[in-house]
């Protein structure tokens, strides 16, 4: 159990407060002379991405295309599959704030438009704020390797105290750093 914590805790040193950007943003989509409900939701944007297309609205959509010329970004969209259509968007940025819209038209000629709009609400860790399942996974394996470095060094302390020399022996053994501390023992009490 410690090493699959070690695997998912490699991550957990990259989990403070961090330094990128949460923004509070809103969608809304219209589609033939209809508008969708908007959605809100908050998203942590690396620090530095002004000149990035919106996300894709289906993992079918490529961006091309885009280019930023001081603070509005525009871009080409083409997606492929049941879903292809291909269209244009943009979206403009200032230090607290965005605006912009895409407008996709589909092989049937059925046309979608999506606005977006968005305050910039804090600082997030782009790593982490993803999904809120990944930070709790993150949280748990931080304490199953805080629990596991407690029972190899209870471990090592166990096997200092019996003498068990095979422990500090072994290649890649969790208690080779404490080997000092053995042969002191050994020492001490020879």
């Known amino acids: 159990m410690t090493w699959a914590a070690l695997g ?51 993992p079918n959509c490529q961006s091309s295309d885009v280019r930023t010329v001081g603070n509005k970004t525009t871009w080409k969209m083409t997606c492929t599959g049941e879903e292809a259509m291909s269209g244009t968007g ?53 304490n199953m390797q805080a629990k596991g470095d407690a029972q190899i060094a209870q471990m090592c302390r166990e096997s200092i105290d019996k003498f068990s020399t095979t422990v500090f022996e072994m290649q890649n053994s969790p208690c080779a750093a404490r080997k000092g501390d053995y042969c ?4 001490k009490t020879a």
């Open 8 to 58: 998912l805790a490699a991550a957990v040193g990259a989990l403070a407060q961090g330094t990128d950007e949460l923004w509070n943003m809103t969608t809304r989509m219209e589609m033939d002379g209809m508008q969708m409900p908007a959605m809100n939701q908050q998203v942590c944007q690396k620090k530095g991405q002004q000149g990035t297309a919106a996300p894709a609205p289906d």
């Open 90 to 142: 943009e979206i403009t940025r200032t230090r607290d704030s965005m605006s912009g819209r895409m407008q996709l038209r589909g092989k049937d000629g059925e046309a979608m438009n999506v606005v977006y709009s968005g305050k910039l609400a804090g600082t997030c860790n782009a790593q982490t704020h993803r999904d809120p399942q990944m930070a709790a996974m993150q949280r748990q394996a931080a």
């Open 184 to 187: 002191a023992h050994v020492k």
